[in-house]
């Protein structure tokens, strides 16, 4: 097994997929620091609790990077016929899927920690030069590191299961944005039941990252989100495991 | 034991018989031309064989084992399917390692058999920017990782030009030397003709004949063409004598099994002009046109 994950890992390095997320989500981590650093109407003055808010804005972009990168991990090799070569190797599939849902939650873990530590570098550099020293020892910090890390590794095993069970890239990419943007809120309203919303997975990811309000608590978020991931593998996995590859 | 057994296998696609009831057998140490016409189920057999695609009914054992359980399965069987299975962004070099770690073989293999195939130059290069004859060559690299003791090709030689082909039928030499399986599929018989041992030809899914290539080369025939203005009086006197007559366009005829000296005894006797005569023999691809369009169509 893992000599197997080892090589996801080792896919992953060897394309330019992962170092393009990165950088876009790097630079994307630099805007928010200097948007939220410069358009402070309504806000209050920079203080050394700025730090965690700065540090906490690309935290659900994060995650979205995450779910992109394993949709892309599982499904990139249906659409280039990798899988057949991967199969031949390994030809007990549910193994292979194994390996990705090791392998993605560990990947978008470490996409969270280069952004945030980007994030955090341009946050505390902009404070300093204007006076302020942050803490590292917030205790809000941690709350922010710990859901944004958990987000995005969570959202990386939800990508592997979602493309497990579509396998086709793109009606996976597609249908992924279409449940977020569009039958999440089509299913709220008609349920006339805003307290079942809280179960649905993007809410659950999101109590992730902003726990309390009308969300779950980050445990049960975090919970209910790898349900929401391993059933969709397992499902997945039946599914790759009987299919012709062709 | 046979390398290779292939027992009662069926596969069904909706309406469609891929492979009806095919069974063969591939002994250690042989290499097996699998031949046939496009769509006769040879893709389909090969991805059973590998367990890629499930069959409806029968089996397809390696060493009597279904492929799905062998231990280690690229050290003991390589393959090479398609020439169009690698992420276009990778390069050769990397898509090796991909496969040597997942198989847990030394990196350094990776290199050895670019080198094997003469693809060591372009090692650092991304996939996406190959030749189909570089993406052929770096498919039977990824084939040779492993050091396996037996080789199934699906057209490998699809994409290569002539200087390649030339390269193929040498490795394939080599490996069989070395007491290598091979079963290799094309379309084209001549393409394999100079290296393979036996061939097992199939059609519409079903098997056509199993032999070695000596006994495919016997089935050809002498022939002898002739040019006459006569063809129309010729035709049912040598027909008389049990002579198979085909006409051959305008003022030609083929007889089939005869000698040029019996049919110009024929013409002779009956007082027919001859322009021209002369005797060939049917080469293998006729033989293997033969056998496939017979059994190819079927309702």
């Known amino acids: 097994m893992t000599r197997l994950i080892r090589a996801e890992f080792t896919k992953l390095r060897t394309t330019r997929l992962v170092y393009s997320v990165t ?20 806000a209050p003055p920079l203080s050394a609790d700025s730090f965690s808010t700065f540090v906490a804005a690309p935290t659900t972009l994060l995650a979205g990077a995450a779910l992109l990168l394993g949709i892309l991990g599982m499904a990139g090799e249906f659409r280039h016929h990798t899988v057949t070569q991967t199969f031949l190797v390994t030809p007990d599939r549910g193994r292979v899927v194994a390996a990705k849902l090791v392998a993605y939650p ?22 300093a030069a204007n006076g302020i020293t942050p ?43 279409v449940w977020v943007l569009v039958v999440e ?11 079942l919303g809280k179960w649905l997975p993007s809410a659950a990811a999101a109590a992730i990252t902003s726990p309390g309000g009308g969300h779950l608590s980050r445990l049960g978020g975090s919970l209910l989100l790898a349900a929401y991931a391993l059933a969709l593998a397992l499902a997945g996995t039946r599914l790759v495991v009987r299919r012709a590859i062709t | 034991m046979a390398a290779i057994t292939i027992e009662g296998l069926t596969k069904r696609f909706g309406d469609v018989l891929a492979v009806d009831d095919l069974s063969f057998e591939v002994d250690q140490g042989t290499v097996v031309g699998f031949l046939g016409p496009n769509g006769a189920g040879k893709t389909t057999t090969l991805r059973m064989l590998l367990g890629l695609v499930t069959p409806t009914s029968g089996t397809a054992r390696i060493d009597g084992q279904p ?23 990778r390069s050769a070099r990397s898509h090796l390692r991909v496969v040597a770690t997942a198989a847990g073989l030394p990196l350094a293999r990776a290199d050895a058999v670019l080198a094997q195939v003469g693809l060591a130059e372009a090692a650092r290069r991304r996939v996406g920017g190959f030749s189909l004859g570089m993406r052929q060559r770096l498919g039977l690299a990824t084939a040779l990782l492993g050091d396996p003791q037996m080789l199934i090709l699906d057209e490998p030689a699809n994409g290569l030009d002539p200087e390649g082909v030339h390269w193929l039928r040498g490795l394939l030499r080599d490996l069989a030397d070395q007491g290598c399986t091979v079963l290799v599929s094309s379309h084209v018989l001549a393409e394999v003709a100079q290296t393979v041992d036996q061939v097992v030809i199939i059609a519409g899914g079903r098997l056509v004949a199993q032999s070695t290539l000596a006994a495919l080369t016997a089935r050809t025939e002498q022939l002898v063409r002739v040019r006459t203005p006569q063809a129309e009086a010729l035709q049912p006197l040598l027909a008389a004598q049990g002579v198979q007559v085909d006409p051959d366009g305008g003022d030609q005829l083929v007889a089939v099994g005869t000698t040029t000296e019996a049919v110009g005894q024929a013409a002779a006797a009956a007082g027919i002009v001859i322009y021209e005569m002369r005797a060939e023999r049917s080469n293998l691809e006729d033989v293997f046109l033969q056998l496939t369009s017979q059994q190819g169509v079927r309702a």
């Open chain 1, 185 to 195: 809120g089509l299913l709220m309203s008609l349920l006339h039941a805003p307290s």
């Open chain 1, 23 to 42: 950088a876009a989500m790097a630079a994307f981590a630099v805007l928010t620091v200097v948007a939220n650093a410069t358009d402070r109407q309504g």
């Open chain 1, 135 to 177: 803490s590292l020892l917030d205790a809000r910090l941690g709350r922010v590191l710990l859901g944004a890390l958990l987000a995005a590794g969570l959202c990386g095993l939800v990508g592997v299961g979602v493309a497990a069970l579509v396998r086709n890239q793109v009606a996976a990419l597609v249908g992924t944005l």
């Open chain 1, 106 to 127: 560990l990947a978008g873990i470490a996409l969270a920690l280069t952004t945030l530590a980007v994030t955090a570098a341009v946050a505390a550099g902009w404070l």
């Open chain 2, 67 to 89: 492929y799905r359980a062998l231990a280690d399965p690229v050290r003991h069987v390589g393959a090479v399917l398609e020439a169009s299975s690698f992420h276009p962004g």
